[in-house]
């Protein structure tokens, strides 16, 4: 599958996206006061301090919200798609959005792991599906 409008990686996302690449699923943390924070970005909202690193955290949440997309992003794909928002276990105040991977619908505050989907081959993006699969 090629993307018609790849993600293009700023210099706060860049290194998650290589992560991601790698199947690795990590979010900021403040060297100063140990907030997690996604997306990435250069200053802590709670502290305004630059310092942070890359914490790996399970891929796993609850379905807050979701969409059924009816714009093709992709070419050749016309077919209507689910978008979830998934609020992250380790990180309740983070919610990341994915494509879903399941032939049901999700359910809200179900539980959910995410996925890597290889689109291209330096684009890897990071969808979700049920937990029980």
């Not at 790996?56 to 093709?72: K, L």
Request: net charge neutral; hydrophobic share 40%; with cysteine.
């Amino acid at each position: 599958m090629t993307l018609a409008y790849p993600p293009q990686p700023d210099r706060d996302s860049a290194p998650w996206w290589a992560r991601a690449g790698r199947r690795e699923f990590a979010v900021q943390e403040c060297d100063s006061c140990g907030t997690l924070r996604f997306p990435p970005r250069a200053f802590c909202a709670a502290c305004r301090r630059e310092a942070w690193h890359w914490r790996r955290i399970a891929p796993e949440g609850t379905v807050e919200s979701w969409i059924v997309n009816h714009q093709p992003f992709v070419p050749g794909r016309r077919d209507p798609y689910l978008v979830v928002m998934a609020r992250l276990t380790a990180v309740p105040g983070c919610l990341v959005h994915g494509n879903w991977r399941a032939a049901r619908p999700p359910k809200h505050l179900e539980p959910v792991v995410a996925v890597f989907t290889e689109v291209e081959a330096e684009v890897t993006l990071v969808d979700w599906t049920p937990a029980d699969v």
